[in-house]
């Protein structure tokens, strides 16, 4: 109890984001204090390498969390809607 946790936000993509992705749900901190970090309103991608695969990864979100109680705690999901670009196949 008491002791900070904190919990990171990032999207990993291999795909063209399109345009401005909504979010449809935020994470809920029961059981916790919790503290705004970083909120990103604008996101910057970077580079990453996993197991082979090269990725944009971007930064959504830090908090830090202070569980009040003892047990299992859990934090609900970070939902977002992201348009992705596909391109078409041209047609002979």
Do not use: C, H
Not at 34 to 63: H, M
Not at 68 to 85: R, W, Y
């Amino acid at each position: 109890m008491g002791e900070q946790v904190t919990v990171t936000y990032k999207l990993y993509t291999r795909l063209n984001i399109a345009s401005q992705m909504s979010v449809d749900k935020l994470p809920q901190y029961q059981g916790f204090w919790a503290e705004e970090l970083e909120t990103a309103r604008n996101i910057s991608f970077t580079r990453e390498v996993i197991d082979g695969q090269q990725y944009s990864v971007g930064l959504l979100k830090r908090a830090a969390l202070f569980p009040n109680q003892a047990g299992k705690l859990e934090v609900t999901p970070f939902e977002l809607t992201i348009p992705i670009q596909v391109q078409k196949k041209k047609s002979k």
